[in-house]
């Protein structure tokens, strides 16, 4: 019975109702939109980072971040059984060896320093971004390959073009310039203009043979189950890489890694702010919901209805109140942000992001945590704020409530 | 053996009105026995109600002692008045009486509900009481839907229903016409004669006046008058 009149109540001024429960819908909508926009903004700049070649951990020889040359090389693979296992397990989604070092690539118009990376074309793929931005030519089809995949704007610079020969130079390991001409076999281009100037790419194999190197590599690569959650995954790999520095995308990219940590502080600022806006009218509303009712309150407590009834009757009405409409903000949520799941073209504004990893479509992540967060805001902060006009109601005197209607 | 049903000793109740103090009661003695049917009357600010509110536990006395089935009312904590509300007492107001949302039966059972009485039963008594007091075919309709005087008939039947050993009815007819207010009488000197359940009403309608068994005169807060009446 307290439950039929909490919901009937509910209804009373209906008008008044729906314009709270339009605020409850709105501000969780905002609170949804507002956060994946956030979260969508920053996974792109975490993707960026992560795709360019970073992945979730790598594995570099003592040395390498200090002076990325040829001499720093981890062993082979297969000298640490370890670490090939935990590479097979299924914690690791992908991985890949790289060698990669600074080189100089010259065309008959042009010179530019890059950074020289031989890879596994094969184990790239899922890795990295480079497969999936080849827009002229074609990837590279073995560690032999000997043809050079060049960013697009790199090709501009060096006034080249596709199939035409450059000249890589690089050191070996014995400090000596070593130098060869490739064929560009294929151009890639990305979002980032930063990228397309910086990395040009090669067979593993190939680059071994340019470099005159033995079977080690620069770095190894991976990829965990989530980017924000690779405790578990870097124990295990320092376990097994124990000769080796291992390095999170976080460590490898600090200023990504403090961005993630004050988008987390901001959508918990963000969602409180709104909340705070929409709590005013929540306890309005309760408030001219019991003061509207006082004679009523007074009644059913003459007739012997405890106060704590009366408490929970006012908070039934607000958590009706709150259900209903963080149902209605979530579908609305659900249905804005569905249709814009390829992204929306935020060209106008990209060039201007750029250097922090954005591209020109920015597609709203949308976070169960951060959903339950929100939704977990407005209902615990909403059930708080209606105790107030709750407990007034359940205070009120019999005979002080009902003397307007005895008198 | 007659058994009492209220008993009042020495009652006085002082209202506050900042430096002005109001006697609103002064020195009540009074015993009502189970089964009377009693008006207080007496004109407005004669203390009619300050009595009713007393007798109901819904004020406390200043001084003196209220003993209502045969529990100390003035040294009980609101909790303890709040349960002898509702397990030994119905109120019939004089308007306002039945909660909006709820529809006339919904009304009837809402103090059955409190008292934890289980839904089937409840549902078949009140549906009775409610035939009893001739609104049969009126269960669904909300407050709103009924006239004043099927209004309180809905809040007598709700008084009524759980057989409360006393009934508290303030003015109950001042918003009636005088037919809905005789047969408002009429039913409740009925349930008063078929249950033995003790009824006290408030009234300054000399209309109301004709159908008590016993008239208690008050004036200034004090009783002035306490005649048993042959209707």
Redesign the interface.
């Known amino acids: 019975?307290i439950s039929?009149?909490a919901w009937?109540?509910l209804w009373?001024n209906r008008r008044r109702s729906i314009i709270m429960l339009s605020a409850i819908s709105l501000g969780i909508w905002g609170m949804i939109w507002m956060t994946a926009l956030m979260r969508g903004m920053v996974d792109q700049m975490i993707d960026s980072s992560i795709e360019t070649l970073s992945g979730h951990i790598q594995i570099h020889a003592p040395g390498y971040m200090d002076d990325p040359s040829i001499e720093y090389l981890l062993p082979p693979l297969n000298k640490s059984p370890a670490l090939q296992k935990l590479l097979a397990s299924d914690e690791v989604v992908a991985w890949s060896e790289r060698i990669r070092v600074p080189a100089v690539i010259r065309s008959e118009r042009d010179v530019y320093a890059v950074t020289l990376v031989g890879i596994d074309p094969a184990r790239e793929r899922g890795l990295s971004f480079i497969a999936e931005s080849i827009t002229q030519g074609s990837y590279l089809s073995s560690v032999n390959d000997n043809r050079l995949l060049l960013g697009k704007k790199l090709v501009e610079r060096l006034e080249t073009r596709l199939n035409r020969r450059v000249v890589l130079m690089s050191q070996d390991p014995d400090n000596n310039i070593t130098e060869r001409g490739f064929r560009i076999g294929g151009i890639f281009e990305t979002s980032l203009q930063a990228t397309e100037t910086a990395y040009v790419f090669a067979g593993i194999e190939t680059v071994r043979e340019l470099l005159k190197s033995g079977p080690g590599v620069s770095e190894i690569s991976l990829l965990g189950q989530d980017y924000r959650n690779l405790d578990s995954l870097l124990e295990k790999t320092r376990s097994a890489a124990s000769y080796a520095d291992v390095q999170t995308w976080l460590q490898l990219d600090p200023y990504l890694g403090s961005l993630l940590g004050v988008m987390d502080g901001f959508v918990l600022i963000w969602f409180i702010v709104i909340f705070l806006a929409l709590s005013f009218g929540l306890v309005n509303t309760l408030m001219m919901a019991v003061f509207e009712r006082t004679?009523?309150i007074g009644?059913?407590?003459?007739?012997?209805?405890?106060?704590s009834?009366i408490l929970l009757m006012i908070l039934i009405e607000s958590i009706a109140m709150l259900l209903i409409g963080l149902t209605a903000g979530n579908v609305l949520s659900w249905l804005t942000i569905l249709p814009l799941k390829n992204g929306i073209d935020v060209s106008a504004v990209a060039s201007g992001l750029e250097w922090a990893g954005m591209s020109s479509t920015l597609v709203p992540a949308v976070k169960t945590y951060d959903v339950v967060l929100a939704n977990a805001v407005v209902l615990v902060l909403g059930l708080l704020a209606s105790l107030f006009p709750a407990w007034r109601a359940s205070r009120k005197v019999?005979?002080e409530a009902?003397t307007?209607?005895?008198? | 053996m007659k058994n009492t049903a209220v008993e009042c000793h020495h009652l006085d109740k002082v209202f506050k009105q900042g430096n002005l103090s109001v006697n609103a009661l002064t020195g009540i003695d009074i015993e009502i026995l189970s089964g009377e049917f009693v008006c207080l009357s007496g004109p407005s600010g004669s203390g009619k109600t300050t009595l009713l509110n007393m007798v109901g536990g819904l004020d406390q006395p200043t001084a003196g002692e209220i003993t209502v089935a045969g529990q100390r009312l003035d040294t009980m904590t609101a909790l303890q008045r709040a349960d002898l509300r509702l397990h030994h007492i119905g109120f019939v107001f004089q308007a306002y009486n039945l909660i909006p949302v709820l529809s006339a039966r919904e009304n009837v059972e809402f103090v059955m509900q409190l008292q934890g009485i289980e839904e089937k039963h409840r549902r078949s008594q009140a549906l009775e009481i409610l035939d009893q007091v001739g609104l049969s075919r009126m269960e669904n309709r909300r407050p709103a839907e009924l006239s004043g005087g099927q209004q309180q008939r809905v809040a007598v039947a709700r008084a009524i229903v759980s057989r409360p050993e006393l009934i508290l009815a303030d003015e109950p007819t001042a918003n009636l016409d005088s037919a809905n207010s005789d047969n408002l009488m009429e039913l409740m000197r009925e349930l008063n004669s078929n249950s033995r359940t003790t009824f006290i009403i408030s009234t300054h309608d000399e209309g109301v006046m004709k159908f008590a068994k016993r008239l208690v005169r008050l004036h200034d807060g004090r009783i002035v008058g306490d005649e048993s009446v042959e209707s």
């Not at chain 1, 009644?299 to 106060?307: E, H, T, W």
């Not at chain 1, 307007?404 to 008198?407: A, D, E, S």
């Open positions: 019975m039929r009149i009937r109540n009373r004679r009523e009644l059913i407590q003459a007739l012997g209805m405890k106060p009834y019999p005979i009902i307007r209607v005895w008198q």
